[in-house]
């Protein structure tokens, strides 16, 4: 089945500081991958979506010059975590998924936990 | 976007047949059902995707009525490693950007 990986699985740094989050489709290619983030005990909840070669489209209410998400390539995007304060310690998750064809579920990565101090 | 109810929990025996439920009451026409598998710390798993009628793999099965208004996940046989949170997501790749949205999803335990 299709495999996404995704770099680093954890994540430990002092407030203040920018975090890059990896996501790769390792064997098809992703026209589309998805951020998620995930509280304790709370389902996910989806940040935004990025299409290869586009600005990402961004949920309502999550500032896009906070989690900077870049989709240079079919088989990586980046989310980055601009100036992390504690607020922003959470699991986060990408997908990948290939929009241009119907009936293609998403695929997950294993999630970053990322904790700032 | 379609927003999915399912039971918030679950509690089963092992090696009985657990069936999930989920009502999607504004499904579009071109929407599917998507399943997935949940562990803590982990990323959702695919379990089973379907459109319509049934749909079985070699884990679990997908009922889908004809109104295609819910759906039914059903796991034979359960194991302590089913223990986990399922998801049913409604929505296809080619529409919405391929967006879907994450209900918050059934907490299955499996007890010995």
């Known amino acids: ?117 | 976007l379609a927003k999915t109810t399912q039971p918030i929990s679950m509690d089963s025996y092992e090696g009985q047949e657990v069936n999930i439920t989920c009502s999607h009451n504004n499904i579009a026409t071109n929407d599917y059902i998507t399943w997935y598998q949940q562990f803590p710390s982990q990323g959702p798993r695919f379990i089973i995707q379907g459109y319509k009628t049934k749909v079985t793999n070699e884990v679990a099965s997908l009922f889908i009525p004809a109104d295609r208004k819910s759906s039914t996940l059903s796991l034979p046989r359960v194991s302590l490693s089913d223990t986990a949170v399922y998801y049913c997501l409604v929505g296809d790749s080619k529409t919405n950007a391929g967006k879907s949205t994450f209900g918050d999803g059934t907490t299955l335990t499996v007890k010995p």
């Not at chain 1, 995704?6 to 790769?24: A, D, F, L, Y």
């Not at chain 1, 998620?36 to 996910?44: M, V, W």
């Not at chain 1, 992390?84 to 936990?113: K, L, M």
């Open chain 1, 1 to 117: 089945g299709a495999v996404v990986s995704q770099h680093p699985s954890w994540v430990i740094c002092k407030s203040g500081t920018s975090v890059k989050i990896e996501c790769r489709s390792l064997d098809f290619q992703a026209t589309t991958m998805f951020w998620y983030r995930q509280f304790p005990k709370q389902s996910l909840m989806l940040m935004a979506t990025s299409n290869e070669g586009s600005k990402a489209t961004y949920e309502q209410g999550v500032e896009k010059d906070k989690f900077l998400i870049n989709h240079a390539s079919l088989t990586l995007s980046t989310l980055t975590v601009t100036s992390a304060h504690p607020e922003d310690s959470s699991f986060y998750i990408c997908s990948a998924s290939r929009q241009e064809i119907s009936n293609q579920p998403q695929h997950f990565g294993d999630g970053t936990r990322l904790s700032i101090l």
